[in-house]
């Protein structure tokens, strides 16, 4: 065999060495993305500091992620307003801009919505609650129940919220 057809060969193997390279990597990317959960995938995005929109029932949100909980998620938008939102009512997530602000995403207490709904109650917090339809209701959180959130409306006048209906809340 001369050393011409030896190169050959030497760069036919090394392009299917590359082929196959590229083909394990492309499983493995694959086999990520389909075994990550969202809350992964969130976690992974707020470290990143990735400019985020997220579409609810009743509006897009663009900010990161501050606050990782089991089924809440906290976005702080560009001007440093915070919206605590329900994991279940999140329609979509897309990113807007990559690694902007890396930092910490904070994990522990709330957990969940109903958890920041009765840290509002205790903290006598004016609020905005989001529904997944309807108008926002504004005002002061009095009860939060395993089936509904009772309040006082910013004219004095009592309201219920069935708890599987609040989508998001933020602090007045």
């Known amino acids: 065999m001369d050393a011409r057809s030896h190169e050959d060969q030497v760069r036919l193997a090394r392009l299917e060495a590359r082929r196959y390279q590229e083909e394990v990597e492309a499983t493995v990317a694959e086999h990520a993305a ?5 809350h992964a995938v969130l976690a992974d995005l707020g470290a990143r500091g990735a400019e985020l929109k997220v579409e609810m029932p009743d509006r897009e949100l ?3 992620v501050v606050h990782l ?6 976005i702080e938008n560009l001007g440093g307003e915070r919206f605590d939102l329900g994991l279940d009512a999140v329609g979509l997530v897309r990113q807007t801009k990559g690694a902007e602000r890396p930092g910490p995403v904070s994990t522990g207490h709330p957990h969940t919505l109903q958890a920041r709904l009765r840290e509002a109650l205790g903290g006598g917090e004016r609020v905005s609650l989001s529904r997944r339809f ?3 209701v ?5 009860g939060v129940s395993d089936s509904h959130v009772q309040g006082v409306d910013t004219h004095g006048l009592g309201f219920l919220i069935p708890l599987h209906m609040v989508t998001w809340i933020t602090t007045l």
């Open 138 to 142: 504004s005002g002061t959180i009095v």
């Open 62 to 64: 663009v900010g990161r």
């Open 69 to 74: 909980g089991v089924g809440l998620v906290v």
């Open 34 to 38: 389909s075994t990550q959960t969202l």
């Open 134 to 136: 309807g108008a926002l």
